[in-house]
C-alpha cells in the first residue's frame, strides 16, 4: 500500500505528530508533499517546509490536526477555508462530528495513535463514518506504516481505545520505572535494576505477541508450583488490586477524553 498522492499538511507537529511524521519519512514518504505548521516554527525534518502560518492559495489533499483538543475552537475557524479531501485528526476525545462542523472536508477520519508508532511498534487506531473506500484506503496506508492500525467501527468506543492504546504507553513507562524501583529497593543497581526491568518487560511483550496462550495462561507457566512468582502474584492477586488499579487509570483517562470531546462540542 503506498502513501496517498497530493500535498499533507500538519497543523500542529509536536511529540505524537512528529512521531508519525518522523516514521512516514522513514517508510517513504515524499517530504515535498509536507508541510508542517506550528505557532513556534519547530524544526521540520529535512524536506519538509515549516511554516508558522498558513500558505495562503493552496490547498492539502489531507489536512491532519496535530494540536492540543483544547485548541481546537481557536484554531478551527483558521482553517475552515481549506476544504481538503480528507481531514485526519488525532485530538483525543473530540468526535467526528464536532470536527466536521468547524472544519469542512470531503471525509473525516480520526485517527488515535500511540508513540511507540515512532518505531513502528505503534498502535494508531481509526474511525470515520465516510463510506468511501479511497478515503478508508488513504487513512490506512498512513496508518499501517506505524503498527498495529485496527478500525474501530462504533465511535463511542473510540475513547476507550484511547485510555487503553493511546495513554497505554505511559501506564508501562510507568510500570517499567516501577519494577526497576522495587528492584533498587531489594538493593540493586539503579542501572542494573533498569536494564533488567527493560529487557524483560520487551521480552515479555515479544513472546506475549507470538505465544500459544493469553497472557494471563502465560503468567501462571511462570509461577512454578510452590515457588516464588506464585508469592508474587498473590500480592498482585490479592483482591484483583493490580486489575482493579488499571481498571481505575482506564476508566479515569476515558472520563477525560469524554471531557475533551464535551468541550469542544462548546
Ligand atoms: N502524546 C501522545 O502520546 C498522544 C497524543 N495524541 C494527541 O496528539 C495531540 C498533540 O499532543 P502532543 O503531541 O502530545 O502535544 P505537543 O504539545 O507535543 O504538540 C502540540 C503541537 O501543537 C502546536 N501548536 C500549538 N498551538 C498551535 C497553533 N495555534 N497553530 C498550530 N500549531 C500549534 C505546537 O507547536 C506543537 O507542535 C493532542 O490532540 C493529543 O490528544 C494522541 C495520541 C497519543
Ligand atoms: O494525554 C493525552 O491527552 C493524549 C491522548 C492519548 C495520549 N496522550
Request: with cysteine.
Amino acid at each position: 500500500m503506498s502513501f496517498p498522492a497530493g500535498p499533507i499538511w500538519l497543523v500542529g507537529c509536536g511529540n505524537m505528530a512528529g512521531a508519525m511524521l518522523r516514521r512516514w519519512l522513514a517508510e517513504g514518504l515524499d517530504p515535498a508533499q509536507v508541510t508542517v505548521i506550528t505557532r513556534s516554527g519547530t524544526r521540520a525534518p529535512e524536506g519538509v517546509r515549516s511554516l508558522t502560518a498558513l500558505p495562503i492559495d493552496e490547498t492539502p489533499a489531507i489536512l491532519m490536526l496535530g494540536f492540543k483538543p483544547q485548541q481546537l475552537n481557536d484554531i478551527a475557524p483558521t482553517l475552515a477555508h481549506l476544504n481538503p479531501a480528507i481531514l485526519l485528526s488525532i485530538l483525543a476525545g473530540v468526535e467526528e462530528q464536532t470536527l466536521a462542523a468547524q472544519i469542512p472536508a470531503g471525509a473525516v477520519v480520526r485517527l488515535m495513535p500511540n508513540l511507540p508508532v515512532a518505531i513502528g511498534q505503534g498502535v494508531t487506531a481509526l474511525y470515520t463514518r465516510s463510506p468511501d473506500s479511497a478515503v478508508r484506503d488513504a487513512a490506512e496506508a498512513l496508518a499501517r506504516p506505524l503498527g498495529l492500525a485496527p478500525w474501530v467501527d462504533d465511535e463511542a468506543r473510540f475513547d476507550a481505545v484511547t485510555a487503553l492504546a493511546g495513554c497505554g504507553p505511559a501506564f508501562v513507562f510507568r510500570f517499567i520505572d516501577a519494577m526497576a524501583q522495587a528492584g533498587i529497593g531489594l538493593g540493586l543497581a539503579p542501572e542494573l535494576a533498569q536494564q533488567l526491568a527493560l529487557a524483560t518487560v520487551d521480552g515479555a511483550g515479544a513472546m506475549a505477541i507470538t505465544a500459544d496462550a493469553a497472557p494471563s495462561v502465560l503468567a501462571d507457566r511462570v509461577a512454578s508450583p510452590g515457588g516464588s512468582t506464585r508469592e508474587g502474584l498473590n500480592v498482585l492477586d490479592m483482591n484483583d488490586a493490580l486489575k482493579r488499579l488499571m481498571a481505575d487509570t482506564l476508566k479515569a483517562s476515558e472520563r477525560r477524553n469524554r471531557e475533551m470531546a464535551q468541550a469542544a462540542r462548546g
